[in-house]
């Protein structure tokens, strides 16, 4: 097959691989039902709703904040709903799944000596938790959170602020999000590749294709 999506990426020319966390080497499975149905649910209860009630309630707050860091913030949410979000997080970690070929593809770029860092928009407490849960914290040479940096992966003073503090070359870097504002703000930044992963939540059906390099599986990028 010719102009596969293997060929596209010359990881020769490649030094730093950045990876999203929920959605591309975890199962968007675990997030979505929590917020989506999980949240809905315990405040529900609290405030005397039903389910449905709940939800229609949360969902335009949910939306309201979507893509800020706020919406990524564990603290945030606490307070606005008053509730203890981590340990309710906790009470359903058993849905935290490592998405296929993860670990493969992981082993593979390790054994050609590249730098591998997460770049998640999750809380710094949840990165801690999913490590905790999947064990792929040693994988990885740096674990970072926009929290750090103050601003989400979505805003361009993101990936400055990362420069600054970790700095790595953009044109010899290859990104994967399976976010289409996130993906959009790498490729501003000006990351050599930036790939999307189409089936982020393995309960749902996939994504169509925004980016030239989108992928299911990062098994589709082996030699
Ligand atoms: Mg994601």
Redesign the pocket.
Known sequence: MTNSIKEKINWSAIDTVLF?????LLD?HY?NHFWQEYIPLVWGEREGLSHNEAKAALYPKFLEHHGSLQWYCTDFWSEQLNLDVMSLKREIKHLIQIRPSVEDFLQWLKAQGKQLWIT??AHGDVVELKMAETGLAPWFDHLLTSHQFGHAKEKQAFWHAMQEQFPFDPTRTVFF???IP?LKSGEAYGLKHVVQ?LH?DSKRGPNTPSFDLAIHHFSELMA
């Open positions: 999203d966390m929920d959605g591309t968007l997030d998640s928009n999000d399976d976010s996130v992963m982020p």
